[in-house]
Each structure stands twice: as C-alpha cells, then as structure tokens.
C-alpha cells in the first residue's frame, strides 16, 4: 500500500528518477521554461519551488543544501544571483504549468514549466 507515500513514481526506479528530475531541474532552472510531459512537471513543481525558496537567503546553509541538489555551478549560480533576487518579496508560486498539445507519438499530454 501507498500509504503516506509522497511524491510520483514516473515508471523509474529511484536513481534513474532522481537523475531525470535533477536534470528537469537544472534546465529549468538555466533556461527558465521547459517542454516536457504533465506528470513530470507536476513531478518537478515542488522540488524547484524548495530550491528558489531556499536562494531567497544568502546563508552557507542555504548555499550547501542547494548545492546538494543541483549538481552544475551555472544552475546554483543563477539561483542565488537571479532568482532568489527575483522572487524576493513573493510567498511562493514562482512556478506556473501551461497546457501545449499532445505529443504525436504516444499522445501524452505536453506542457511548459515556466518561472512566473
């Protein structure tokens, strides 16, 4: 049973998802928008709100728990000069889902992950 199971399964085994949603992450973060699958968004939603949330401040622990979930320099750069600056004076929310079209191949719902 499930119970008090938190977070999507993807059809991955927990390396190989924790790569994909570090990835997701990272170019999200350096590109600030993505195309990607609805269930992998919704996947990547609140990992990347925790990570912004916590480059809000400027502290060494904020920096060490960033750099223990972003893996390249230009990501955790952007976050803590960019846009933790960015999203100072905002609750939370930094992160908005827009429906695209369906993929042609096996007609999974496509969307764009964007910083707001």
């Given at each position: 049973m499930r119970h008090r199971k938190k977070g999507k399964v993807?059809?991955?085994r927990r390396g190989r998802r924790e790569a994909l949603l570090r990835g997701l992450v990272n170019n999200l973060v350096l590109y600030e928008h993505i195309s990607t699958t609805r269930a992998k968004a919704k996947?990547?939603?609140?990992?990347v709100e925790r990570l912004?949330?916590?480059s809000r401040?400027?502290?060494i622990a904020a920096k060490r728990?960033?750099?223990a979930r972003v893996y390249t320099d230009?990501?955790?750069r952007k976050l803590f000069e960019v846009l933790g600056p960015?999203?100072?004076n905002r609750a939370g929310g930094y992160t908005r889902i827009l429906t695209l079209s369906r993929r042609a191949g096996d007609g999974a719902e496509m969307?764009?992950?964007e910083f707001v």
């Open positions: 993807l059809d991955r996947a990547l939603r609140p990992k912004v949330t916590r401040e400027n502290t728990y960033v750099a230009g990501a955790r960015r999203y100072q969307v764009r992950i």
